[in-house]
């Protein structure tokens, strides 16, 4: 009898994982690196790449680094978000052209236009690998001190400036 019961009971806890698995948002993936300090870099500025861009420049200031590329379509999508979002000089945003190749990004930046107040590159991916992106676009929200507070996963949506990205960043230039 008891034999008979062992598949109902695995079956039960697997509908268990699978109901608290539907009621979370797939969007929002816990990062190792939210309330850490965010990976020091230097970069080349795109638009210059003779100069360099550190994040320690940023220190001090609320500041979100946006990972974009010319080759990234889901980019496309939350670019115009970003370009409405820059004009309201909330906050400066730095973008990171991941695995790009510089001309690509500049034409990409000249077509669509520049929401960044910093373009920065990463050719060889090592900057996003050290903030843990796995797809383009990612977004790090980073205050004054440096700690990553949030990561948002895909593209910057109106929802998510409204409901979580503006709040929090309201919250940290205090």
């Excluded at 698995?21 to 929002?28: I, K, M």
């Excluded at 790449?49 to 420049?57: G, I, N, T």
């Amino acid at each position: 009898m008891k034999k008979k019961l062992i598949p109902l009971g695995i079956f039960a806890v697997l509908v268990v994982f699978l109901a608290i698995g539907l009621t979370r948002d797939p969007h929002e993936i816990p990062s190792p690196l939210i309330g850490k300090a965010a990976p020091m870099f230097n970069a080349p500025l795109l638009q210059t790449p003779e100069q360099q861009f550190s994040a320690k420049d940023m220190l001090g200031q609320v500041w979100l680094l946006n990972t974009w590329a010319s080759w990234c379509v889901a980019c496309r999508q939350e670019h115009p978000i970003l370009m409405e979002f820059a004009k309201t000089k909330t906050l400066p945003i730095v973008g990171l052209d991941y695995k790009d190749q510089n001309p690509e990004g500049l034409k990409w930046l000249a077509r669509f236009g520049n929401p960044y107040d910093h373009a920065i590159t990463d050719k060889d991916g090592r900057i996003g690998i050290d903030f843990g992106v796995y797809g383009v676009p990612e977004s790090f929200l980073i205050d004054k001190a440096g700690v990553i507070r949030y990561k948002q996963i895909g593209p910057v949506t109106e929802e998510a400036l409204r409901d979580k990205i503006v709040p929090l960043i309201r919250e940290l230039q205090k």
